[in-house]
């Protein structure tokens, strides 16, 4: 059964001190390894997609990267407004548009 | 213009109960799904239509019975609700790159 594991569930930063989240995951075939970024009270809202393993995504102070076993999410010298849940997702090989999410990593950025 | 819209917003009923829960998306898409998320912010699949036909129907209660009026609209019906269906559902569309467009969520609470 196809399964994503992130870690860790939370973590907190000082402003300007970086660092990654992982995400980890069990899959046949994957077809697309996808972040999301969920702010409270609100739907995830779309990072990255990465399809191949030694694939790189940045935009702003994120870093998304992807190998045949995991995915990090990079953050660079992060500031408050970057505290959100990330999620990530996979997708298979069963032919059909389904995503398992893992439960995320909760992140605070302290002024 | 709200892309992905969902109605309503809070929901607090009573075990027993019988309730709707209404998406709506203006972006054109063919595909949309529900997903719930609980407490612990795990978002899990649980239904995906493609232009009105049912795609993806997960282990879900045969309580829930979604419904897609057309291809702008995918409904939830949900009958006697239980304790365990409070949680947090939300409405996805499928966009280009894979990117799924969330709807701000309804939260039930089911007492």
């Known amino acids: 059964e196809d399964q994503v594991t992130q870690s860790p569930e939370a973590l907190r930063l000082q402003e300007g001190e970086s660092s990654s989240l992982n995400c980890s995951y069990t899959?046949?075939?994957?077809?697309?390894l996808f972040w999301y970024r969920q702010d409270p009270g609100k739907g995830p809202e779309f990072l990255f997609t990465l399809y191949s393993a030694g694939e790189e995504k940045e935009k702003e102070r994120l870093k998304a990267t992807l190998t045949k076993k995991e995915s990090f999410l990079h953050i660079t010298a992060p500031k408050p407004e970057d505290s959100a849940t990330y999620l990530c997702?996979?997708?298979?090989?069963?032919?059909?548009?389904?995503?398992?999410f893992g439960t995320g990593t909760r992140l605070k950025v302290l002024a | 213009d709200t892309a992905v819209s969902q109605t309503p917003k809070y929901l607090v009923t009573q075990m027993g109960n019988d309730k709707s829960i209404k998406c709506e998306q203006n972006l054109g898409h063919d595909t949309m799904y529900w997903y719930k998320q609980d407490s612990k912010k795990f978002l899990k699949i649980m239904f995906s239509y493609n232009n009105k036909e049912l795609i993806i129907n997960e282990t879900v209660p045969n309580r829930f019975s979604p419904k897609s009026p057309d291809k702008a609209h995918l409904n939830l019906h949900i009958n006697s609700l239980e304790l365990g269906d409070s949680a947090v559902y939300f409405c996805?569309?499928?966009?280009?790159?894979?990117?799924?467009?969330f709807g701000p969520g309804t939260r039930l609470l089911v007492l």
């Open positions: 996805a569309t499928l966009g280009g790159g894979e990117t799924q467009y």
């Open positions: 899959v046949s075939g994957l077809r697309g």
């Open positions: 997702a996979v997708r298979g090989g069963s032919g059909t548009y389904k995503y398992i």
